[in-house]
């Protein structure tokens, strides 16, 4: 089994930062995927970022220039650092990991972006 544990959530102002934590443990393997994806009210989750173990990383075009997704495999941990924030950003945001064709998820994180 695997488990997930986002931290660094919260409410900032338009136009700040925030740098979301995910803390994967249980079985990983090496060639797990790791990502972020947000769900706001009344719309589907979609995927923010993505990044392999080898580094290959997506990015939503809504958030390219902005976020920044990093990983550190030794510790199983992947980061999304958010900068630049719009209140279109506000949104629960979710840790995920695909492996040998299995999903997991956290418990997901609040960021809101408001004055």
């Known amino acids: 089994q695997v488990q997930l544990v986002e931290s660094g959530g919260g409410l900032v102002q338009p136009g700040g930062s925030l740098r979301l934590s995910c803390a994967a443990s249980g079985s990983i393997f090496s060639s797990a995927v790791m990502g972020w994806y947000r769900q706001a009210p009344g719309t589907q989750r979609e995927l923010v970022a993505r990044?392999?173990?080898?580094?290959?990383?997506y990015y939503a075009d809504s958030v390219k220039g902005r976020f920044t997704i990093s990983r550190d495999n030794a510790e199983n941990k992947v980061y999304l650092q958010m900068n630049s924030l719009k209140p279109e950003d506000t949104a629960v945001y979710y840790c995920?990991?695909?492996?040998?064709?299995?999903?997991?998820w956290g418990q997901g994180t609040q960021v809101t972006v408001s004055s």
């Open positions: 990044i392999s173990s080898g580094g290959r990383i």
């Open positions: 995920n990991l695909v492996q040998r064709f299995q999903d997991y």
